[in-house]
């Protein structure tokens, strides 16, 4: 996926899309789930990107997906929660490998955000003055980092985003704890404890090894998006 940058072709098409995106002279984003399999590409086009990742309960994460792409007749009889917790392993690692030497960036837990908006993007926006400069209503800057708790005033720019954040729509709730979960493996455990602890984005210590797939995992989860795309368009 990195070499693809190099290829003149693929390289102006992103570069006049990131141009593109740039022409208003703000910051923007993009939210693409995909990126955990093109970030390598992305890298070489967008040289310092600032990163938000999001982190939420595995195993919820895992029945959302089930949820929203299995056939509802199909539901009660194909269970493919096993498959979506192996595939956000493959894909948590992947980005977390990618994104470790970059500067600005940050984890918000997905929990934490729905529990308490304004907390959290008061995290969100102390990252992004770190990266842009500060916004011009922001109160004096205090010593805190972008990983500390919200300050007591907010400004109208955090409860313009906290105000944003639906507590209904999180629908996909397990009734079992991570640990209780047959399906869910020890090192999809560690990676999600590891990643809780690392809310402020310092991936120094990250060591891909220690949350490897089982050997067949890259094959099968090969293979299933294939047999997705065939299942989805045939």
């Excluded at 995106?21 to 693409?32: D, V």
């Excluded at 800057?141 to 105000?163: L, Q």
């Amino acid at each position: 996926m990195r070499q693809l940058a190099a290829a003149q072709e693929l390289r102006e098409q992103a570069l006049a899309l990131v141009s593109s995106m740039e022409s208003g002279g703000r910051p923007w984003l993009w939210k693409e789930p995909a990126f955990a399999y093109t970030l390598p590409f992305w890298r070489q086009i967008c040289a310092a990107p600032t990163v938000l990742l999001t982190l939420r309960n595995p195993l919820d994460s895992a029945l959302s997906y089930e949820k929203f792409l299995m056939p509802e007749a199909l539901r009660e009889r194909v269970r493919m929660v096993a498959h979506f917790l192996l595939r956000w392993q493959q894909f948590m690692t992947w980005v977390l490998t990618e994104i470790r030497d970059l500067e600005h960036k940050m984890v918000v837990s997905y929990e934490a955000l729905v529990a308490a908006p304004g907390e959290q993007c008061a995290r969100l926006c102390r990252c992004l003055d770190a990266a842009y400069g500060p916004r011009p209503d922001a109160p004096a800057a205090d010593d805190a980092g972008p990983g500390a708790p919200a300050p007591a005033g907010e400004t109208a720019k955090v409860h313009h985003m906290a105000a944003a954040v639906e507590a209904r729509l999180r629908r996909n709730v397990s009734s079992l704890a991570l640990g209780e979960c047959a399906e869910v493996s020890r090192e999809q455990r560690d990676l999600y404890a590891y990643l809780a602890t690392h809310l402020d984005g310092d991936f120094g210590d990250f060591e891909p090894a220690r949350f490897a797939l089982p050997a067949c995992g890259p094959e099968y989860l090969a293979n299933m998006r294939v047999f997705r795309w065939l299942f989805t368009n045939l």
